[in-house]
């Protein structure tokens, strides 16, 4: 994913997750709109992964995403709480992350629009 962001000439921070989700931490430029960015690193990522038949069907992400940003002097908190997904996660699952973050940057938001959640 930080080789298909830095292809279309963007700066990747970084780039963490768990199976149900990942953080994608970006220099965007404003050459290309947020949602540009995040179509090509999914259908990128997917033909990645399907071509090299890293899982036993066919892989796609979900259709939706959440993006948030954060000023400059944010950079190192945010890069922190990305590099460590897995002991936050033991704490918090992604619905209630995912919720928090809405909730934090006062994003309104109707259950019925929200995706489906992963259980696995």
């Known amino acids: 994913m930080a080789g298909i962001i830095k292809a ?11 199976p149900d989700h990942i953080h994608v931490f970006v220099g965007l430029k404003p050459s290309m709109s947020i ?3 995040v179509r090509d690193i999914k ?3 997917s033909k990645f992964i399907n071509e090299r038949q890293f899982l036993k069907g066919k892989f796609a992400w979900q259709e939706g995403y959440g993006a948030f940003s954060y000023s ?4 190192k908190n945010v890069y922190n709480y990305i590099l460590n997904q897995e002991e936050h996660h033991k704490k918090e699952n992604f619905q209630a992350e995912y919720l928090n973050f809405l909730q934090h940057f006062k994003v309104q ?6 995706f489906e959640w992963y259980d696995g």
């Not at 279309?8 to 768990?18: A, E, L, T």
């Open 8 to 18: 279309k000439g963007h700066k990747p921070i970084i780039v963490n997750g768990m």
């Open 43 to 45: 259908n990128n990522s």
């Open 72 to 75: 400059h002097s944010q950079v």
């Open 109 to 114: 938001y109707d259950d019925k629009y929200l």
């Open 35 to 37: 949602s540009d960015l």
